[in-house]
């Protein structure tokens, strides 16, 4: 494997080994494959996840659901920015064990650092979760562990100044590759009750949990784009957070809101550079629910900033649809667009297997064009 695929190899396993149990954008194949909606639609299982408030609605067999584990990733590289990488290292080491370096390889140097100038950031995303739920009438209750990483890297390449011998060794040596990558893991336990108010049935929930957050950023000329020392740059903290939500159903239908981390945090890089922003995030939805065919749109009301100084807001609105065989096995799409503008239109599918609806198994996968890929799995028990 080369120097650049370890690099994003290696953060990602990092990041996620110290958060494997949990996940900020959620790791569940039934959502992702309809889109990675859910406020309104996700199983009492997966109420946290989405909607705390969802973790009410259940049915009267319903009495104990365990997943373990939910487990999922995104790439998104459309310029083929680690390929090129890559192939810079291999002409650059070309370029250093010759005495005298050819023309032909100064060219090739000058080449790939002209596509990197003009490349765009390239991120890689993981998450994980589990989660164990008891329904009850009073109230219902689930535990949940979860965990999130994403990495977000950038170029800076030096201007060219000339085809020389002189002239790409210095531009090499002046360009960079800057790392950011934020870890999160959270352990909570959520609380759901049904309600009737004037003959209209409402569900609502909160989510009391911990948090671990930590940062890590490395800026290194794109000849030593590697991960030896990046745990050197970690800075972490602890915080306290609640989720909201709440539903309500008339018939088939059902409208909600989920309010997740009521408490916006922010955390800075080892140098104070740049900040990762976790901010609150508020999303309204609707849904039609029958045994036979789910359908459901998501729309963020805020956008999530993470990093300063980076282009990377996003903010979504979401449909999806779920096609279900009697609850032997299911059909699943989907289609997300970023609002802001900052990542492509997604296309979801995915298929669920639960024979007998005791054990329930689900993949999916996203694509957003060139380079921009996802892939999700989880593995459910209900009793």
Same mark, same amino acid.
């Given at each position: 494997?080369?120097?650049?695929?370890?690099?994003?190899?290696?953060?990602?396993?990092?990041?996620?080994?110290?958060?494997?149990?949990?996940?900020?954008?959620?790791?569940?194949?039934?959502?992702?494959?309809?889109?990675?909606?859910?406020?309104?639609?996700?199983?009492?299982?997966?109420?946290?996840?989405?909607?705390?408030?969802?973790?009410?609605?259940?049915?009267?067999?319903?009495?104990?659901?365990?997943?373990?584990?939910?487990?999922?990733?995104?790439?998104?590289?459309?310029?083929?920015?680690?390929?090129? &990488?890559?192939?810079?290292?291999?002409? &650059? $080491?070309?370029?250093?064990?010759?005495?005298?370096?050819?023309?032909?390889?100064?060219?090739?140097?000058?080449?790939?650092?002209?596509?990197?100038?003009?490349? $765009?950031?390239?991120?890689?995303?993981?998450?994980?979760?589990?989660?164990?739920?008891?329904?009850?009438?009073?109230?219902?209750?689930?535990?949940?562990?979860?965990?999130?990483?994403?990495?977000?890297?950038?170029?800076?390449?030096?201007?060219?100044?000339?085809?020389?011998?002189?002239?790409?060794?210095?531009?090499?040596?002046?360009?960079?590759?800057?790392?950011?990558?934020?870890?999160?893991?959270?352990?909570?336990?959520?609380?759901?009750?049904?309600?009737?108010?004037?003959?209209?049935?409402?569900?609502?929930?909160?989510?009391?949990?911990?948090?671990?957050?930590?940062?890590? $950023?490395?800026?290194?000329?794109?000849?030593?784009?590697?991960?030896?020392?990046?745990?050197?740059?970690?800075?972490?903290?602890?915080?306290?957070?609640?989720?909201?939500?709440?539903?309500?159903?008339?018939?088939?239908?059902?409208?909600? &809101?989920?309010?997740?981390?009521?408490?916006?945090?922010?955390?800075?890089?080892?140098?104070?550079?740049?900040?990762?922003?976790?901010?609150?995030?508020?999303?309204?939805?609707?849904?039609?629910?029958?045994?036979?065919?789910?359908?459901?749109?998501?729309?963020?009301?805020? $956008?999530?900033?993470?990093?300063?100084?980076?282009?990377?807001?996003?903010?979504?609105?979401?449909?999806?649809?779920?096609?279900?065989?009697?609850?032997?096995?299911?059909?699943?799409?989907?289609?997300? &667009?970023?609002?802001?503008?900052?990542?492509?239109?997604?296309?979801?599918?995915?298929?669920?297997?639960?024979?007998?609806?005791?054990?329930?198994?689900?993949?999916?996968?996203?694509?957003?064009?060139?380079?921009?890929?996802?892939?999700?799995?989880?593995?459910?028990?209900?009793?």
């Amino acid at each position: 494997m080369n120097n650049s695929k370890k690099v994003l190899s290696i953060a990602v396993c990092g990041l996620v080994a110290t958060s494997v149990n949990a996940a900020n954008t959620v790791a569940d194949a039934r959502g992702n494959g309809m889109g990675n909606t859910g406020v309104t639609t996700a199983d009492y299982l997966l109420a946290p996840f989405y909607n705390p408030a969802l973790g009410a609605i259940y049915r009267d067999s319903d009495t104990f659901g365990i997943l373990l584990p939910a487990i999922g990733a995104t790439a998104r590289d459309p310029d083929e920015s680690l390929t090129t &990488i890559d192939d810079l290292q291999d002409s &650059i $080491k070309a370029f250093e064990a010759a005495a005298t370096p050819t023309q032909e390889n100064i060219n090739q140097i000058n080449n790939y650092l002209d596509q990197l100038s003009d490349d $765009k950031p390239l991120g890689v995303s993981a998450g994980a979760g589990l989660a164990v739920a008891v329904p009850l009438e009073a109230v219902s209750v689930n535990f949940i562990a979860r965990g999130y990483a994403e990495v977000l890297v950038r170029t800076d390449i030096e201007a060219s100044t000339g085809n020389t011998e002189a002239d790409a060794r210095n531009r090499y040596e002046n360009s960079s590759v800057d790392l950011l990558a934020f870890g999160y893991t959270e352990y909570g336990l959520s609380f759901a009750k049904t309600v009737a108010i004037k003959g209209q049935d409402f569900a609502f929930g909160v989510t009391p949990k911990f948090q671990q957050q930590r940062t890590y $950023k490395q800026v290194v000329t794109v000849e030593n784009f590697d991960l030896d020392d990046y745990d050197k740059s970690e800075v972490k903290d602890n915080a306290f957070n609640l989720d909201l939500g709440a539903v309500w159903m008339l018939d088939n239908y059902r409208a909600g &809101i989920a309010v997740k981390d009521l408490f916006s945090q922010e955390l800075k890089t080892y140098d104070g550079v740049n900040t990762y922003q976790l901010d609150t995030q508020v999303t309204v939805s609707g849904g039609y629910v029958t045994e036979l065919f789910t359908a459901s749109v998501d729309i963020d009301l805020t $956008k999530q900033e993470r990093f300063s100084g980076y282009k990377d807001n996003t903010q979504y609105v979401r449909f999806g649809v779920e096609g279900n065989a009697w609850g032997w096995a299911q059909l699943r799409a989907g289609y997300e &667009i970023d609002i802001e503008d900052t990542l492509d239109d997604a296309v979801t599918l995915g298929i669920g297997i639960s024979p007998g609806d005791l054990v329930s198994f689900d993949l999916a996968g996203n694509y957003a064009g060139d380079g921009q890929f996802g892939v999700s799995t989880n593995l459910a028990f209900t009793f």
